[in-house]
């Protein structure tokens, strides 16, 4: 009888069954079906998230979201800068002001606009020199629909004023933050603003950063 540590195998008799251990031709042939369809469902996966993100699949109305905020900073920016140098020859009113106003509005917020809002402005450059500019931090959109939108905005309006009488020098006499709800309608492909007021407690649903 062979030891423990003897190599050499005993010779098989005629109807013995050598067992031959490794991988037979199918089992082989199956691990390479496996890794093969696992191979082709990452490159399937992997082609998929790059057409998710590169077609913004994730949000339908992000073009339209996109549209909102900028119709609502382009407002805010043009509503809040005016000065000395948008007078007329009479020294009283603003025409370029209210035409580039104007153009952001509907027909019934334009209406309010040229009977309540630019009296006083023009009055307010008129009377005291006063100039002011705005810049946008945030925007944020809360609503959306097919023709609807509510934006969230915030920044910060600086007023100007002479450093002295009759100088053509001017200074920042004032930095005022604000946070404003723009409510917009779409018509004829445009966004357009149909009225704003102060936002306060309210949040936005994403866009440039978070209106706070």
Known sequence: MPSATDQTPAPASDHEVVEVRGVSGRSAALQWGVLGLL????LASSAYLVWHYTHHDDDPLGDERDAVMAAS????VTFYTYGPD?????GKTMPSYRSKVGDLLTKKFDSEFLNSGV?????????ADIGRSAEVFATGVAA???????????????TTAPKAKDSKKRSVVDQQPFRVEVTLVKQHGEWLVDDYEPAEGKQSTGGTGMAQ
Request: charged fraction near 25%; proline fraction near 3%; glycine fraction near 2%.
């Open 39 to 42: 191979i082709a469902v990452l």
């Open 144 to 158: 959306l629909d097919d023709d609807t939108a509510t934006a969230l905005v915030t920044g910060e309006v600086k």
């Open 86 to 90: 948008m007078l007329s020859k009479d």
């Open 73 to 76: 900073d382009r407002f805010m």
């Open 119 to 127: 009296p006083l402005v023009e009055a307010t450059v008129a009377q």
